[in-house]
C-alpha cells in the first residue's frame, strides 16, 4: 500500500486521550511525543526500525546532540519546513539554542492547521497549528512511502 496521509492522522487521532507517559507508547494507557509516533509506525508498518533507547526528559539538552532528529533521518523522508501536507512529521524545538525535543503530526480542522501531539499533563492532543507552534518547527517528514 502507498503512502496515504488520511490514515496517518486518523491513527494519531485515535490515540487522543492517551494520558502523558514519559518513555511510553501505548495506545489508550500512555504515551509521550515520541510514543505516538511510534504508535502511528506500528500501525503502518508492524515492527519499529529500532528499539528506542531510554532517554530523559531534557533529550540530551545537557550534550548538544540532536538524538531526536537524527533518529528521524534513520527511518523518516525529509521535506523542506515550508512544504506544508497533513500527515506530515513535525520536529520542535522548544526554545532558541536547546536541542529539537518533541514532535506532532500534521493536520486540519477545517481550513485551519493542527497537529496531533502528546503533551505533558495534558496527553495526546489535537492542538492548532498557531504561529508559536509554528514559528518552533525545525524540521518536517513524511512517513516513508510504503506500507502494509
Known sequence: MTLN???????????IGTPYVHQASAF??????LGLLRGIWR??????PEIAPAYSYDWSEPQGEERLWEAAIRHLVP??????????????????GAVAKHLGIAATIGDNASFVHAYSKYGVVESPLSAPWQRRIVARFTFPEEFR
Open 5 to 15: 496521509t488520511k490514515a496517518i492522522v486518523l491513527e494519531a487521532r485515535r490515540w
Open 28 to 33: 489508550h494507557a500512555g504515551a509521550d511525543c
Open 43 to 48: 500501525s503502518l508498518y508492524g515492527d519499529e
Open 79 to 96: 521535506k523542506a519546513v515550508t512544504q506544508e501536507d497533513v500527515g506530515d512529521v513535525l520536529l520542535f524545538r522548544m526554545r532558541t
